[in-house]
Antibody
Framework: EVQLVESGGGLVQPGRSLRLSCAASGFSFDDYAMHWVRQVPGKGLEWVSGISWNSGSIGYADSVKGRFTISRDNAKNSLNLQMNSLRAEDTALYYC???????????????WGQGTLVTVSS | QSALTQPASVSGSPGQSIAISCTGT?????????VSWFQQHPGKAPKLMIYEGSKRPSGVSDRFSGSKSGNTASLTISGLQAEDEADYYC??????????FGTGTKVTVL
């Protein structure tokens, strides 16, 4: 069974940093692209970032470009999101999602983890 | 990267068919056959229902179908059931390794 477990969320002050992780199991992690999607509680979904199977192709939403960095460690079956210069508007539940393909240009996100909550507030 | 436009709510009686529209632009929905649809029940993670416009992942009921015409994609749910009551989001590839989600639609089964 595919499992995705996010961690690293919490309360952080504006301007500070936070690193999210997603532990993957139940599939060949290095065969699939991975993505981060966030959701403000009670609001809609926003794609944040994606990374191809071999880290060769990466994409970011304009809202996080230059502040967030996605990475993966295929040896550890782990996906990461380094979030710097955090803003109040980054407050959301952050989901990691597995792609059904190796490339990062397909939005067949399946399945998703349960999310980790990030709250940016002073 | 403006959000795709979906109706805020759609409702139907059990057994009926409903359609949810997802309107984008020639830079996203209109340019790529890469629209997916997600179902989200309250307090749960989203679930992929349709990908690449009209393909269903294994395990998804054939009551769900997807289509596209120009800059507008649609999700049709036929034989509406109580368990279909949820929020639905479309998502399109928007070029340059980016994606855009729709505003979301709340489906109510009357």
């Amino acid at each position: 069974e595919v499992q995705l477990v996010e961690s690293g969320g919490g309360l952080v002050q504006p301007g500070r940093s936070l690193r999210l992780s997603c532990a993957a199991s139940g599939f060949s992690f290095d065969d699939y692209a991975m993505h981060w999607v966030r959701q403000v509680p009670g609001k809609g979904l926003e794609w944040v970032s994606g990374i191809s199977w071999n880290s060769g192709s990466i994409g970011y939403a304009d809202s996080v470009k230059g502040r967030f960095t996605i990475s993966r460690d295929n040896a550890k079956n782990s996906l990461n999101l380094q979030m710097n210069s955090l803003r109040a508007e980054d407050t959301a539940l952050y989901y990691c999602a597995k792609s059904m393909v190796r490339g990062v240009t397909n939005n067949c996100f399946d399945p998703w983890g349960q999310g980790t909550l990030v709250t940016v507030s002073s | 990267q403006s959000a795709l436009t979906q109706p805020a709510s759609v409702s139907g009686s059990p057994g009926q068919s409903i359609a949810i529209s997802c309107t984008g632009t020639s830079s996203d929905v209109g340019s790529y056959n890469l629209v997916s649809w997600f179902q989200q029940h309250p307090g749960k993670a989203p679930k992929l229902m349709i990908y690449e416009g009209s393909k269903r992942p294994s395990g998804v009921s054939d009551r769900f179908s997807g289509s596209k015409s120009g800059n507008t994609a649609s999700l049709t749910i036929s034989g509406l059931q109580a368990e279909d009551e949820a929020d639905y989001y479309c998502c399109s590839y928007a070029g340059s390794t980016t994606f855009v989600f729709g505003t979301g639609t709340k489906v109510t089964v009357l």
